[in-house]
């Protein structure tokens, strides 16, 4: 009998957990007798509104019994063509060769040889021959504009 002494104080505890739940649940059963039963005079308000709401329903769901989709006729409107647009042809590029790039030792302007529609023309950047502008130059291509249209153009 080594633990006499926590029986001791645990049998005080668990008689009064049981003596809470006795209590508890007596009660619970003593106010539901003494429960007073008011009537409310509380009606909860009705919202009116002058709008109505519409919808419609296409009830357009196959038929069960006959298998067959019921298709309300629909009126048909005229259609009108509209206006032709006016079709602009795009004026062919020139045939534009790009033949080699010469550099300057004293300064560091580039020329190029250009050969527009068989002309062989030398041009720097920003140089314009029959409408087709030179942009840029590199070692193995050029850009050209032509009619706010560029291309490049490769060795």
Not at 16 to 27: F, S
Not at 114 to 122: C, D, L, P
Not at 127 to 141: A, G, P
């Amino acid at each position: 009998m080594k633990n006499k002494k926590t029986v001791y104080l645990v049998l005080p505890v668990v008689v009064g957990l049981w003596a809470l739940v006795i209590y508890k649940v007596v009660n619970i059963y003593s106010a539901s007798e003494k429960a007073v039963v008011s009537t409310s005079s509380f009606v909860p308000p009705v919202f009116v509104s002058n709008t109505m709401d519409t919808f419609s329903i296409t009830a357009n769901y196959r038929d069960p019994f006959l298998g067959k989709t019921e298709v309300p006729a629909v009126k048909k409107t005229p259609v009108v063509a509209p206006p032709p647009k006016k079709v602009i042809e795009p004026t062919p590029w020139p045939a534009v060769t790009y033949g080699g790039v010469i550099k300057s030792r004293k300064s560091n302007e580039q020329l190029c040889m250009v050969s527009i529609n068989g002309q062989t023309n030398f041009m720097k950047e920003g140089d314009v021959i029959s409408d087709v502008l030179l942009k840029k130059i590199y070692k193995d291509s050029i850009d050209v504009v032509f009619r706010k249209e560029k291309r490049v153009v490769r060795k």
